[in-house]
T-cell receptor, first 113, second 111 residues
Framework: DAGITQSPRYKITETGRQVTLMCHQTWSHSYMFWYRQDLGHGLRLIYYSAAADITDKGEVPDGYVVSRSKTENFPLTLESATRSQTSVYFC????????????FGPGTRLTVL | DAKTTQPTSMDCAEGRAANLPCNHSTISGNEYVYWYRQIHSQGPQYIIHGLKNNETNEMASLIITEDRKSSTLILPHATLRDTAVYYCIVRFRQGAQKLVFGQGTRLTINP
């Protein structure tokens, strides 16, 4: 089906483990984004990408790594998970410069024990 | 991006119009007003945006005051499925990449 998907939808991991959250979109949108949502903070931008092989930091990039080898995929990796990274993670995409709307995925709920 | 102020919560009866206000007194001339909503446990969903003229689409209407310092999102015939947190965001159309979500308005539609 067309759209933006995230996997897994739920993940429980332990402190210090590496975790990768996947994001896939079928629209060939140029821009992709990763946000985290925590109580009291709303949504905060972690990283974004303007095109394949082009990424840039958002507000809260520390502890995260991204890559974008293909336009349709934008994985987010927590290299050594910490409890403070327990959150709901949303991926989003938008067509390109001049386009207004971001389309969000369903989210991944990550718990770090 | 200009800061926005929204009421924390609102209630509306099903079938009535829901009017959600937003103050953005520091908005600059090239900044747009966007509205998104987030239904519980789902990703945010785009609703509508505008610069200075009133806008309408299949989901809602956006009324922007002449001085552009405030706006109102109108859901003409609210349903229970419209219960969500509604975010008013002011930003330049191009350039800035992130959407800055404030605390939004928690709208509850009552049967």
């Amino acid at each position: 089906d067309a759209g933006i998907t995230q996997s897994p939808r739920y993940k429980i991991t332990e402190t210090g483990r590496q975790v990768t959250l996947m994001c896939h979109q079928t629209w060939s949108h140029s821009y992709m984004f990763w946000y985290r949502q925590d109580l009291g903070h709303g949504l905060r931008l972690i990283y974004y990408s303007a095109a394949a092989d082009i990424t840039d930091k958002g507000e809260v990039p520390d502890g995260y790594v991204v890559s974008r080898s293909k336009t349709e995929n934008f994985p987010l990796t927590l290299e050594s998970a910490t409890r403070s990274q327990t959150s709901v993670y949303f991926c989003a995409s938008r067509p390109g410069q001049g386009a207004d709307t971001q389309y969000f995925g369903p989210g991944t709920r990550l718990t770090v024990l | 991006d200009a800061k926005t102020t929204q009421p924390t919560s609102m209630d509306c009866a099903e079938g009535r119009a829901a009017n959600l206000p937003c103050n953005h007194s520091t908005i600059s001339g090239n900044e747009y007003v966007y509205w998104y909503r987030q239904i519980h446990s789902q990703g945010p969903q785009y609703i509508i945006h505008g610069l200075k003229n009133n806008e309408t689409n299949e989901m809602a209407s956006l009324i922007i005051t002449e001085d552009r310092k405030s706006s109102t999102l109108i859901l003409p015939h609210a349903t229970l499925r419209d219960t969500a947190v509604y975010y008013c965001i002011v930003r330049f159309r191009q350039g800035a990449q992130k959407l800055v979500f404030g605390q939004g308005t928690r709208l509850t539609i009552n049967p």
